[in-house]
Nanobody
Framework: QVQLMESGGGLVQAGGSLRLSCAAS????????MGWFRQASGKWREFVAS????????YYANSVKGRFTISRDNAKNTVWLQMNNLKPEDTAVYYC?????????????????WGQGAQVTVSS
């Protein structure tokens, strides 16, 4: 069973950048499609971005397209979410998740393993 650990969250001003990392242990990351989700206070968790097994295909929510980039290095068992031009509405707890099925358009119910989350706060 794979364990996921996010890092790299923090406080940043609007227009700034952050890079989140998701490190996997207890399993081989190349066996999973990976996704990032976020949950703002008082709101449902929502999809942000996903990437297939090899990293050749990515998928983004419209709200982050052109600003966020998901990437992975299977040799390092790590997935990243580069977030640029951050906005106050990006403030949320960000979760990485692993999916065995390999469908990058899948919803959160199809993800099998989840990290504990990393707080990202964007000040105006």
């Amino acid at each position: 069973q794979v364990q996921l650990m996010e890092s790299g969250g923090g406080l940043v001003q609007a227009g700034g950048s952050l890079r989140l990392s998701c490190a996997a242990s207890g399993g081989t990351l190349s066996s999973y499609s990976m996704g990032w989700f976020r949950q703002a206070s008082g709101k449902w968790r929502e999809f942000v971005a996903s990437i297939n097994y090899s990293g050749s295909r990515t998928y983004y929510a419209n709200s982050v397209k052109g600003r966020f980039t998901i990437s992975r290095d299977n040799a390092k068992n790590t997935v990243w979410l580069q977030m640029n031009n951050l906005k106050p509405e990006d403030t949320a707890v960000y979760y990485c998740a692993a999916q065995e099925m390999g469908i990058i358009e899948a919803g959160e119910d199809d993800y099998d393993y989840w990290g504990q989350g990393a707080q990202v706060t964007v000040s105006s």
